[in-house]
């Protein structure tokens, strides 16, 4: 358990987290334009009459993306409204052309309710985090102000591109369910969860760095053991998982500070200074009800069949927990190979096709990849769309890989010889492993007779290291066992050259 140690005792934190991800859909969710929204792109370029918020126009739901929050949904084992509604937000800001942003009332069910991830929490066991709803919402269009020494200027490309926000819960009626997130730790790997599952599902690109993931963050603290919650602090628009670690621990110190002088702690939104890790104060906090919410007079009320749930579960993939409990469980990979094989979809199907249903060949492969191809990015195509050589580069396979691994299983090559048939295809060697092996004269000699006359005449030549192995010096073993490698050029079989060689130094 996570707690910090001060002069009235030890205290812990109490973290919420509302997590946007902007949802992949090619137009935006009450519009035609489209949804690709990039930095590169040309400000104000992919925006509708609707986005703009021009005089009558309307907007229209775009099914798509509330089948995006269905599948999310489900992957977060969440209960699916057959009938919700839209609402409108209001407030007033220059990235908000309508004055309000459409989204769905805290008040009312979303479209996805009480649902939950596990996640190993910081005793090292299984930890359920509860979630209290993911609702649907626009985005806001983006504020540029170092464009002009004294104008702000709106980029509406973004104003309108469907986000997904995702809210932890908080069990009130009873403080003591630990079903939340309490340390900084736990909230980088709750964030991970949300990030793989939206990854997995297609629903999001759910990238940090690129904004399309994105959290605010609620901070409070309580004395060990306390069955209450205190008043909580938001700091907004956190987009990097160090950052949000760092900010936690920042504001949950601050806070325990000063509660241990008597003080209280006033509902604030705060700001993180990344420069030295610390939170200030940027407003006090709004109460819920000034932002006015009544329900879009322009929207009808969503409702879902249920038929239309079912279908979409049919199609749902399999999930990276899922995933990785079948890698540990039935292929037999350590826990640490199996969640980098699942840091994403494209690298977990990379490495099923390599194992293509033998088991046998799993370790090795998982081995191959951690230890080796994941150091060469530029040679191997996680998508697996590409074969042979292309820029000039070779791009290894799934079937090459898988391959080099049976190779070694069989004994045709050692390990060092499997490592130079690896180097040779990433210098750009055409054809198979087996070709390569074949063509620089690398398979492994295991002809017990040829190796048996490669031992003798080391034995022959080494006869004073014959006598010291004789008198009791076994450590000379690896002598022998070098000098046969050496003579062989690395090709014999090293297990076959030490079982002949105990053999015949008696």
């Known amino acids: 358990m996570f707690t910090i140690k001060c002069k009235t005792g030890d205290w812990e934190v109490v973290v919420g987290l509302e997590t946007h991800i902007e949802v992949l859909s090619k137009s935006k969710i009450f519009s035609g334009a489209s949804a690709d929204y990039n930095p590169t792109v040309a400000p104000n370029t992919q925006v509708s009459m609707v986005d703009a918020a021009m005089p009558g126009m309307l907007p229209v739901l775009n099914e798509y993306c509330v089948e995006q929050a269905i599948k999310f949904g489900l992957g977060i084992n969440a209960e699916i409204a057959k009938k919700s509604r839209f609402a409108r937000k209001q407030y007033f ?25 596990e996640i190993i929490g910081d005793d090292g066991n299984p930890k359920k985090i509860l979630i209290e709803r993911a609702h649907l919402e626009q985005d806001a269009a983006k504020n540029k102000h170092d464009m002009h020494p004294s104008k702000s200027f709106v980029d509406l490309n973004r104003s309108g591109v469907m986000l997904l926000e995702i809210v932890t819960a908080l069990d009130v009626k009873n403080p003591e369910n630990n079903s939340f997130i309490t340390s900084p730790d736990e909230a980088e790997k709750y964030l991970r969860q949300i990030r793989e599952i939206a990854r997995a599902l297609g629903v999001s690109k759910a990238n940090m760095e690129e904004g399309s993931m994105r959290a605010d963050v609620n901070v409070s603290v309580r004395p060990v053991g306390a069955k209450y919650f205190n008043e909580r ?3 907004k628009n956190m987009v990097s998982f160090k950052f949000i670690k760092t900010a936690i621990e920042y504001e949950a110190k601050r806070q325990i500070e000063i509660l241990e002088n008597g003080g209280t702690i006033d509902r604030c939104t705060m700001r993180f200074n990344q420069g030295d890790g610390t939170t200030t104060v ?11 919410y009544f329900p879009d007079p322009d929207l009808l009320p969503l409702v879902i069949d249920p038929e239309r749930i079912e279908r ?5 993939p399999e999930l990276p927990a899922a995933t990785r409990a079948r890698y540990i469980e039935k292929l037999g990979l350590a826990e640490y190979d199996a969640a980098r094989l699942t840091e994403t979809v494209d690298i977990s199907h990379w490495f099923d096709a390599a194992v293509a249903d033998k088991t046998e060949r799993a370790k090795g492969v998982a081995n191959w990849m951690i230890s080796e191809l994941f150091a ?17 580069m070779r791009i290894i396979t799934p079937t090459d890989l898988a391959e080099l691994v049976d190779m070694v299983a069989a004994n045709e090559i050692n390990g060092k010889q499997a490592k ?6 990433l210098d750009g060697a055409d054809g198979t492993p087996h070709a ?3 063509k620089f004269g690398m398979k492994q000699i295991t002809d017990t007779s040829a190796i048996e006359k490669i031992v003798d005449e080391v034995i022959a030549a080494n006869a004073p290291q014959v006598e010291q192995y004789k008198s009791g010096k076994t450590g000379l073993l690896g002598f022998f066992v ?18 002949i060689l105990k053999k015949k130094l008696g």
Request: proline share 6%.
């Open 376 to 392: 060469h990015p530029e040679n191997y195509d996680i998508t697996n769309k590409k074969s042979g050589i292309v820029d000039g």
């Open 420 to 425: 130079d048939i690896f180097i040779k295809m």
């Open 482 to 499: 070098g000098n046969v490698m050496k003579a062989s050029a690395g090709k014999a079989n090293p297990g076959v050259v030490n079982e």
């Open 93 to 117: 800001y220059p990235d908000l052309p309508q004055g309000y942003q459409i989204t769905q009332a805290t008040s009312e069910p979303a479209v996805v309710n009480h649902g939950w991830i």
């Open 312 to 316: 979409i579960r049919r199609t749902m």
């Open 233 to 235: 602090c938001e700091i």
């Open 282 to 292: 940027e407003r006090s906090k709004e109460d819920a009800l000034d932002y006015r």
């Open 436 to 438: 390569i092996a074949d």
